[in-house]
């Protein structure tokens, strides 16, 4: 499915597209920026949805392949993580269809603020006092879990996803920073890719407008990924803290006023 945009929309979607992924490598939440800018163009919300995630791919992608080329991640000690977080996704999808969404809405923005609190105030929220990553493949179990949880939130709903992964990933794992930011990164491509799959067999997703946004996505993600990694904790944790706040201030006022 198509829809057809005026040339100035083409334009301020290339810029949104560029900004939301820079945020979303960095902290996750590009999509705040994105999805409403899709939906003030007049795209029905399914189709604004799978478009959104059509260009989120090329975004959370590449990302992940920067972090990656930094030696920042090790693909196989996340395999569990991997496969849980594919069938997690799916599951998520498809109980959108079946639960009545109204109360995760209004809980979402206490949850999400909950962490820019804990982030705020706990010294080991960013893993600043860890240096190095596991050199061993870390717990399956927990894999399997934080996988299915968070897979199935993104196929849900999605909102913060990125925030969630970070944070646990530090608190399960003991992983520093980037580390987490990476297995972030990798993972919401998991769920991103296996929600894509689903839109696009729905018929909803726009991929000529998908593909431009996330060719602008994938600029600001290498962008947003090569910042976190040259400038660190001093940079990623303020942007951490304010853009999860902003995404709580929005879920507040769409759920509750």
Not at 46 to 67: D, E, I, Q, V
Not at 188 to 194: A, C, K, M
Request: some cysteine; aromatic content about 12%.
């Amino acid at each position: 499915m198509e829809f057809l945009l005026d040339p100035s929309h083409w334009v301020i979607l290339a810029v949104i597209g560029l900004v939301a992924g820079f945020i979303d490598a960095v902290v996750g939440g590009g999509g705040l920026l994105s999805i409403p800018a899709l939906l003030t163009m007049g795209i029905p919300p399914h189709l604004a949805l799978g478009t959104n995630k059509l260009a989120a791919c090329f975004g959370s992608m590449t990302a992940g392949y920067t972090y990656y080329k930094q030696q920042l991640i090790n693909l196989r000690f996340w395999r569990t993580a991997f496969i849980a977080t594919f069938f997690g996704a799916i599951l998520g999808s498809i109980f959108v269809y079946l639960i009545d969404a109204a109360w995760l809405e209004k809980i979402l923005p206490l949850v999400i603020i909950s962490i820019a609190i804990y982030t705020l105030f706990s010294p080991k929220a960013m893993g600043e006092n860890l240096k190095a990553a596991p050199m061993t493949s870390p717990c399956k179990q927990k894999q399997t879990a934080q996988g299915v949880l968070l897979g199935g939130y993104d196929g849900f709903a999605g909102p913060g996803i990125g925030a969630f992964w970070t944070v646990s990933s530090i608190r399960l794992y003991k992983l520093p920073l980037l580390n987490s930011c990476a297995l972030a990164r990798v993972m919401t491509s998991v769920s991103n890719v296996t929600a894509l799959v689903i839109f696009a067999l729905l018929g909803e997703v726009d991929w000529v407008l998908g593909l431009w946004m996330g060719v602008c996505m994938m600029a600001g993600s290498f962008i947003g990924a090569k910042s976190a990694i040259r400038f660190g904790i001093p940079f990623v944790k303020p942007l951490f803290i304010i853009t999860v706040l902003s995404i709580a201030a929005h879920l507040a006022w769409t759920a509750w006023l």
